[in-house]
């Protein structure tokens, strides 16, 4: 797996970064929302350049214009619940592409064993697509793989990125070990420190589900 690091660059996408993160923005869900989707849009851009293109000729009312298009069949693959205002801004860049979506949460564990449940999962055909399948933390990496194997019912897609806000060392090392072959690329908006005791990213910025819907049963 190929990892590229969006903070590896001065872009505005640190200040999404920063309100994403600081306990005071944080008060405000909407905007912690609204800094999910702003982060996904950026990423979904900057994965844009990655994509197979094809000359195609537009018509103005003037004349023709030959302009290099992309021709991918994106999925945008989105783990419920934390993932969906990620997937609003993917979908931003990518308009014409289709959805799938599958649920996962973590019953409260630790690093060593971290349960997680998958109870529903609806796709297109994934045969031949390029499948963005993207969800805001990666911690351990296993609401990742879990999410990727179910999507796999669906046919298995010609290009595979896994995208996220911040990443864990330990839920990089794990889809290593998943996705050992660089043709599956893992975006990321920033790699943080470690794992705590609970499996939460340290510094991280808390439960994002949580913070984006409120805290759940
Ligand atoms: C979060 C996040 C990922 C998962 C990452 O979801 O959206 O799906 O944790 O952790 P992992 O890499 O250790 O699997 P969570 O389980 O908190 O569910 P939620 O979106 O319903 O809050
Ligand atoms: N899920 C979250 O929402 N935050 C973490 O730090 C880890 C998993």
């Known amino acids: 797996m ?20 600081d306990k005071q923005f944080q008060q405000n869900r909407t905007l912690f929302r609204r800094n999910l989707t702003r982060i996904g849009q950026v990423m979904a851009y900057e994965l844009s350049r990655t994509l197979d293109y094809s000359s195609v000729n537009v018509t103005t009312p003037l004349g023709t214009r030959k302009m290099s ?23 931003h860049v990518f308009d014409k592409g289709d959805s799938a ?29 390029t499948l963005l399948l993207v969800d805001p933390m990666l ?30 060392p330990e839920g990089i090392d794990h889809l290593h070990r998943v996705f050992p072959d660089d043709s ?21 910025l808390g439960d994002a589900g949580d913070l984006s819907f409120g805290e759940k049963m």
């Open 2 to 21: 190929k990892v590229i690091n969006l903070e590896a660059t001065n872009s505005v996408l640190n200040t999404y970064m920063a309100e994403l993160r």
């Open 69 to 91: 298009l992309p021709t991918d069949h994106i999925v945008i693959g989105t783990v419920l619940r934390a993932g969906l205002a990620f997937h609003e801004g993917f979908l």
């Open 101 to 129: 979506f599958v649920a996962a949460y973590r019953e409260e564990g630790n690093v060593e064993r971290m349960k997680i449940h998958l109870e529903y999962m609806a796709s297109p055909h994934l045969t031949g697509s």
């Open 139 to 168: 911690a351990t990496g296993g609401s990742m793989e879990l999410a990727y194997k179910a999507f796999l019912r669906a046919g298995e897609p010609k290009k595979l990125h896994l995208c996220v806000t911040i990443a864990a």
């Open 184 to 204: 599956v690329t893992l975006w990321t908006a920033a790699i943080d420190e470690r794992l705590n005791e609970n499996a939460y990213i340290v510094p991280g």
